[in-house]
Structures are given as structure tokens and as C-alpha cells.
């Protein structure tokens, strides 16, 4: 018999990817743009090396290779390409009772037509959350699914970015295209007619 208190842990996820324009200068072979798609804890930096084991993209038939395994964090690629497209992620996990997980994403490499478009040099952002819940966690796996050890930053010396600063810099760029809907949105209903007619009563 043991005395092991066995618990459902529920963790969060998400799959992210942030697109850049590329000057026409460095544009080769039509690849306009350039992108990083990763897996991130959804709600704060937890070092997901404690729970991750393996992260496999599928990318587009047009990358080779197209598929790209992932056994240590940063669970992160770098590319460049020409069009938005859907890659699938699959995520391993260390617990043994953890089934893989494999997640549909959107890249984006422009913002939809919908949207403002967002300030010069800030990325296309898309998110994709999802949630995973761990069933019967024995108490020391709970603690390494608990253990919130910030993961290092990833530095991009080719890219000219870490990936703090275009998470910070899409951030931003969201709440500016926020702020211009609404403007835009008060604009056309435009200010309140200070002398409102009344409406005449109808004769039955």
C-alpha cells in the first residue's frame, strides 16, 4: 500500500510564431519573410525542459527538411519563406503516463486584411493555446510540473533579434491595433447631435 497522493495537474500551452518582412535587398529565391515558431508556457516563463521531452514541427512540403525534432529547449525554429501556412506540433512529455499532443497552427506572415496593419517593423503574430491535463501525478513528478526555473534566452545573432524583443515588440503592436480600431470605430459613429428632433408620435 502506498500512501503516494496521486493528483490531476493541468498545464498551459501555446504554440506561437512571429513573421517579419525582409528588405528586398535580402529577399532570395521569393522568401519574403522571416518567422520563428515555438512552443512557450502559455502563462508565465516556466523552463519546460522539466516537462517537455521532444518537440516535433511538421512544416510545409516545401522546406526540407520538412520535419524538425527538437530534443532541448529552446523548442524554437528559425526560417524564411513566402506564404502563411499550417504546420502541426507535436509534444512529448517526460511523465510516462503523457501522451503526445500534436497542435494545428496558423503561420502568419501578414496580418489578415481585417486588421490594421502593424507599425514598420513590428512581426505578423499568431497564438495557438491549448491546455494538457496530467493524470494521476505522483508527487514528484507534481513538483517538476510546479518548478518555475526561467528558461535562458535564445539569441538570434542571424536574425538580429532575441525572441524577448519580438514577443515584446508583437505585444505592442496588438494593443497599438487595438487602440486604432477604436479610434476608427469612434470616428464613424462620429459625436452625439447635441440638438437631437424629436421623433413625431405616429396616428394610429
Not at 496558423?106 to 495557438?128: H, K, N, R, Y
Not at 447631435?193 to 424629436?198: E, G, Q, T, Y
Request: aromatic content about 10%; proline content about 7%; charged content about 25%.
Amino acid at each position: 500500500f502506498s500512501s503516494s497522493v496521486m493528483a490531476l495537474v493541468k498545464k498551459y500551452f501555446k504554440v506561437a510564431s512571429y513573421a517579419w518582412a525582409l528588405p528586398k535587398a535580402e529577399q532570395e529565391h521569393k522568401k519574403t519573410h522571416r518567422w520563428i515558431c515555438c512552443l512557450r508556457n502559455a502563462q508565465e516563463d516556466d523552463d519546460l525542459s522539466t516537462v517537455v521531452s521532444k518537440v516535433v514541427f511538421e512544416l510545409h512540403k516545401d522546406f526540407v527538411p520538412r520535419v524538425r525534432a527538437l530534443q532541448n529547449p529552446p523548442f524554437e525554429i528559425a526560417e524564411r519563406g513566402y506564404g502563411s501556412f499550417q504546420l502541426a506540433a507535436t509534444i512529448h512529455f517526460k511523465h510516462a503516463s503523457a501522451k503526445p499532443v500534436t497542435v494545428q497552427h496558423f503561420l502568419l506572415l501578414t496580418e489578415p486584411e481585417s486588421v490594421d496593419a502593424a507599425p514598420d517593423g513590428s512581426p505578423a503574430v499568431a497564438e495557438t493555446f491549448f491546455e494538457v491535463a496530467f493524470a494521476n501525478v505522483a508527487p514528484e513528478w507534481q513538483e517538476q510540473l510546479n518548478t518555475k526555473t526561467p528558461e535562458a534566452p535564445t539569441s538570434y545573432s542571424h536574425l538580429g533579434e532575441s525572441f524577448a524583443d519580438a514577443e515584446a515588440k508583437a505585444l505592442a503592436a496588438v494593443a497599438a491595433a487595438l487602440a486604432r480600431t477604436r479610434q476608427k470605430l469612434a470616428e464613424r459613429s462620429g459625436p452625439a447631435d447635441p440638438n437631437p428632433r424629436p421623433t413625431k408620435a405616429r396616428r394610429k
